[in-house]
């Protein structure tokens, strides 16, 4: 079946470092979303990417969709404590409309 | 209302029993789904309605699992003589439509649902 993993699964950084995380799919992608759920909250959403070698930008984060639409990235550069949360890809796959398949989630601590 | 509502926040259930969980979306949004989300993994899909229009159910783990929307708004995820694998978080939310531009999910609070 369609399956979205995502590594590492945990980072654990200390402020200012970048962190990085990887969102494979087994199949092509029709586009890719990136969320953020905050420990305790809901998943809220970051960005949407469609296009294959797309690169978007929001402030200190950094999204790729890759030129085959079956991988994406997320950089946060310079991380800082309000970044802690699990970031999902959560990937659209041609025929299946709106659903989303969530990836496995990568969990970021950040200290001091 | 501002965002997605759903009741209530929390419910232990005990084994064999019957639970109703609610979604209102946000107003105006065609779109809604319900998702599952086990301790420490992504949310799972489970279904999708557009309107009242149940469109992708493949999610459902079982006919234990039913969804509706009988009027397009609100949303009623039941789950008949619950089992200790349902312990979870169920996730509902909702989209102003399925187009690209319009899709963007916004997510409820959640339901903690413990069945003993």
């Known amino acids: 079946g369609q399956q979205v993993m995502q590594i590492p699964q945990y980072q654990h950084v200390q402020e200012g470092e970048d962190f990085t995380t990887y969102c494979n799919s087994s199949?092509?992608?029709?586009?890719i979303q990136w969320y953020k759920q905050r420990p305790g909250g809901h998943p809220v959403f970051l960005i949407q990417?469609?296009?294959?070698?797309e690169v978007k930008k929001q402030k200190r984060l950094t999204f790729q969709f890759g030129e085959a639409k079956k991988n994406s990235s997320l950089h946060i550069t310079a991380t800082q404590t309000t970044d802690v949360g699990t970031y999902f890809c959560?990937?659209?796959?041609?025929?299946?409309?709106?659903?989303?398949?969530f990836g496995t989630g990568t969990r970021l601590q950040v200290t001091l | 209302g501002a965002g997605v509502s759903q009741s209530p926040r929390y419910k232990v259930a005990k084994r064999g029993q019957d639970v109703a969980l609610r979604c209102d979306p946000i107003?105006?949004?065609?779109?809604l789904f319900w998702y599952q989300q086990a301790l420490g993994q992504g949310p799972e899909f489970l279904t999708y309605?557009?309107?009242?229009?149940?469109?992708?159910k493949s999610g459902l783990p079982s006919d234990r699992f039913f969804a509706e929307r009988p009027e397009g708004s609100v949303s009623t995820l039941k789950i008949q003589r619950t089992q200790q694998e349902d312990s979870a978080v169920y996730l509902c939310?909702?989209?102003?439509?399925?187009?690209?531009?319009?899709?963007?999910?916004?997510f409820g609070a959640g339901t903690r649902l413990s069945v003993l």
């Open positions: 939310a909702s989209s102003r439509g399925a187009a690209l531009a319009k899709n963007i999910q916004y």
């Open positions: 199949t092509t992608l029709s586009n």
């Open positions: 990417l469609v296009k294959s070698g």
């Open positions: 959560a990937g659209r796959y041609t025929g299946t409309a709106s659903k989303l398949t």
């Open positions: 107003s105006g949004h065609v779109s």
């Open positions: 309605f557009q309107n009242e229009a149940q469109l992708d």
